[in-house]
C-alpha cells in the first residue's frame, strides 16, 4: 500500500484539506489559522501524504530548533487509518530530522491514546520523558512527554 502514496510539503492550497482531517482526529483542534502560518514558517517542516489521485490524505507538522525535533501534529484521514499512510509519514520524519542533523526527537501525546503511546513505545523506540499536567483540554488530560534518539547515539543527553 506504501507505494500508491507520495510525501510532498505542505502549500497554501492544502490547508483546506488538512484542516478538515485535522477537525476529524481531535476533540480540539487547532484553528485554520495555525496551519496557514506553519505551513509559511521555515523552522517547521510540514509534509503531506498524498494518495493516487493527488488528495492530501495525512500531514503532520515537525518542529526543528537547533539540534531537535518536536513532532507538533501528524494525522491521517480517519477513512483511511491501518493502512500504513501513518507509518510511512512517521518513517519520514525520522529521517528528516536525522538529516539535519537532529539529536533527538519529542513529541506530547494523551495517555488515553493508548494505541498511539503503544506504537510510539513499541515500533520507534520512544520513552516516556515525564508528565505534562493539564495540557490537553476538551476533554483537560496530562501529556505524555516523549523522546526518541536519533542517528547513532545510545541516550539523549
Known amino acids: 500500500m506504501k507505494g500508491d502514496f ?10 483546506e484539506e488538512v484542516y478538515r482531517i485535522e477537525t476529524e482526529s481531535f476533540s480540539n483542534p487547532w484553528p485554520r ?14 509534509p503531506v501524504v ?11 507538522l515537525l518542529m526543528i530548533f537547533a539540534e531537535e525535533a518536536h513532532l507538533a501534529n501528524i494525522a491521517v ?10 507509518t510511512l509519514l512517521m518513517d519520514h520524519l ?8 537532529c539529536r533527538a ?9 493508548k494505541s498511539a503511546v503503544s506504537m510510539y513505545e513499541e515500533k520507534y523506540d520512544f520513552e516516556i520523558l515525564y ?3 493539564g495540557y490537553y483540554s476538551n476533554p483537560p488530560e496530562d501529556a505524555l512527554v516523549m523522546v526518541r534518539p536519533l542517528g547513532e547515539r545510545e541516550n539523549y543527553g
Do not use: Q, W
Not at 484521514?77 to 501513518?86: A, N, T
Open 6 to 15: 507520495k510525501i510532498n510539503n505542505m502549500t497554501p492550497e492544502d490547508i
Open 33 to 46: 489559522g495555525a496551519f496557514e502560518s506553519d505551513v509559511r514558517n521555515r523552522r517547521i517542516y510540514s
Open 50 to 60: 498524498r494518495d493516487e489521485n493527488n488528495c492530501v490524505v495525512a500531514y503532520a
Open 77 to 86: 484521514d480517519p477513512k483511511l487509518r491501518r493502512h500504513g499512510i501513518g
Open 94 to 101: 525520522i529521517e528528516t530530522a536525522e538529516s539535519r542533523d
Open 105 to 113: 526527537m519529542f513529541l506530547d501525546v494523551r495517555p488515553s491514546n
Open 131 to 133: 508528565r505534562r499536567k
